[in-house]
């Protein structure tokens, strides 16, 4: 913005305080009417000068916001991207714009993949690892622990050991009159009507679901 140009009103508007302060002497000293209503009429345009001025000032500023607001827009990132269209070749900026549009869709990997489930009736018990016993156990009898678990292994928490995690599991499914309590090396027996599919459903979780998918698929 030209500074001179926009600050001319103030010059104006000095000129109309000099009449002002002018007049106000004149009539302190007793001059001729006449003298002032010359001052008078000579503020009466300086005044109207200052405000044109300003307006031209407020004009100046305006277009100096819309500039640097022009001048931003060519600077963004849209800007600079048409600008060098202008050097491609049409079948290149093509490319770039259908990449643009390009919507990436993200495959969800499995829950159990971010998060651990545990039981609520015993926050010990890995939901994980109840599946993996069921999976294992017969119709008569629970998955037995010998020979499979032991206190020094943790493969499914950090803190319990799957040997103390399996008598945890027992211990609920013994409570709940699910399960008889194991003899020695003798694993639990289910009491009826338990299962270990409807002792699975109890706890939220569906076993063999995919054998029975295919087992329908195979019989269709």
Not at 109 to 125: F, Q, S, T
Not at 130 to 159: C, Q
Not at 171 to 195: F, K, Y
């Amino acid at each position: 913005m030209n500074e001179l140009r926009s600050w001319s009103w103030l010059v104006w508007a000095f000129g109309v305080a000099l009449c002002l302060a002018a007049v106000a002497f004149l009539r302190e000293v007793g001059q001729s009417v006449y003298c002032q209503g010359a001052l008078w009429f000579l503020m009466l345009v300086l005044a109207m000068q200052t405000a044109r001025s300003y307006s031209g000032y407020w004009r100046l500023v305006d277009a100096d916001i819309f500039r640097t607001r022009r001048e931003a827009l060519t600077l963004s990132a849209e800007g600079q991207m048409a600008e060098a269209f202008a050097h491609m070749h049409p079948e290149t900026a093509r490319l770039v714009l259908a990449y643009q549009r390009t919507v990436w869709l993200i495959d969800e990997c499995d829950v159990n993949e971010v998060c651990e489930w545990y039981l609520k009736a015993d926050p010990r018990i890995n939901a994980r690892f109840v599946e993996w016993v069921l999976k294992n156990s017969n119709t008569y009898s629970i998955m037995p622990a010998h020979g499979r678990l032991n206190d020094n292994a943790f493969h499914w928490d950090r803190v319990v050991s799957d040997r103390l995690m399996y008598q945890a599991f027992c211990d609920v499914l013994v409570r709940r009159h699910m399960l008889t309590e194991a003899s020695g090396n003798q694993p639990g027996l289910w009491i009826e009507p338990w299962t270990p599919e409807r002792v699975g459903k109890r706890f939220g979780l569906t076993l063999y679901e995919e054998e029975v998918g295919e087992t329908v698929k195979s019989a269709a």
